[in-house]
């Protein structure tokens, strides 16, 4: 990878006014039973992003949540033009729902990070004023605030990854990234769990991108309970590095990414489910590829789309 570089304190992104350059921004918030989380979430990005973003979006993905997180993200997609709904009618994994975001994804600059509120908008800022520079700028955590046994485990994966793939970034799995668009021309998304972040960026690193790391804010969960420390997840995520590991071995300059590929169905599969998109809550077309029988037999009921 031709640069992996940390942002001070200096601030260089800026244009000549010391106004944040006019960016397209599509914002995706991967959910999982955040019920208590979401809401909060989102009526704080729609504070946010009118001064950071000329034109934005919320794209909502409802990994098969079993509370309210659901109808949530439907009535806040009734209720603002600018929030869109996708779900899982079952939960897949987080990767698995990052990629349903990125896949619905408008705009030239594509941002995630996590629905539980540990992370400040605001600090979105420091992203975007190096993102016309670098194809990737990942935030790193200035002081993690979890439980000692998630940083024991994190530090023992960073270390691991660090050793099999070659990726030195300090805070991998840091849920504050921000993406060119063209990063998904060329990088895919096959892992559907923790194992994603790793994925995007060892494609990257393969690929000579640049990536840059600024530092950010970790705020303790107000509500809900973390999954990323679960059995089942991390031996997945094991799994996962290894099948990663002999995957790159076979990946070239010509890969097509996930716009390439997936895009060229999905855009295929909404021509012909436009009455089904049409009917979303708030007025905008969700993702919706290779509808299940099950799926589209809900959407005509309820007015909901769903990403199979």
């Known amino acids: 990878m031709r640069d992996f570089s940390i942002a001070h304190e200096t601030r260089q992104g800026r244009n000549g006014t010391g106004a944040v350059a006019p960016v397209t921004l599509s914002v995706i918030f991967p959910a999982f039973n955040e ?12 504070l946010v992003l009118p001064k950071l973003a000329e ?3 919320i794209i909502l993905v409802n990994d098969g949540s079993e509370d309210a997180t659901s109808s949530l993200c439907d009535e806040l997609a009734e209720q603002y033009p600018e929030v869109r709904a996708i779900h899982h009618t079952d939960n897949r994994g987080y990767g698995a729902a990052l990629k349903s975001g990125i896949l619905a994804a408008r705009h ?17 800022e420091n992203l975007i004023e190096w993102a016309g520079h670098y194809e990737i700028v990942t935030g790193y955590r200035a002081k993690r605030q979890d439980p000692p046994h998630r940083l024991i485990n994190a530090w023992g994966w960073r270390t691991l990854v660090r050793m099999v793939l070659g990726v030195k970034v300090r805070d991998i799995d840091c849920a504050f990234k921000i993406f060119q668009r063209s990063v998904f021309d060329r990088v895919q998304i096959r892992s559907v769990g923790a194992m994603v972040n790793t994925e995007i960026l060892a494609q990257a690193k393969s690929f000579g991108m640049r990536i840059h790391e600024v530092k950010v ?11 990323g420390a679960n ?5 997945k995520a094991f799994r996962e590095l290894f099948r990663l590991w002999g995957q790159l071995r076979h990946v070239t300059h010509e890969q097509p990414g996930l716009f390439r590929t997936e895009g060229g169905l999905r ?14 809550r708030g007025g905008a077309t969700a993702l919706a590829r290779r509808m299940s029988a099950e799926s589209a037999g809900r959407s005509r009921t309820s007015g909901r789309c769903f990403a199979d």
């Open 231 to 235: 059995l089942r997840v991390i031996a």
């Open 217 to 227: 804010s970790h705020y303790p969960r107000r509500h809900g309970k973390p999954s």
């Open 55 to 57: 034109t934005w979006e």
């Open 108 to 124: 030239d600059y594509i941002f995630f990070t996590d629905s539980d509120g540990q992370f400040d908008l605001q600090e979105l």
């Open 35 to 46: 019920e208590a989380n979401i809401r909060h979430t989102v009526d704080s990005a729609r």
């Open 267 to 280: 855009d295929a599969n909404l021509s012909r489910n436009r009455d089904e998109c049409d009917a979303v």
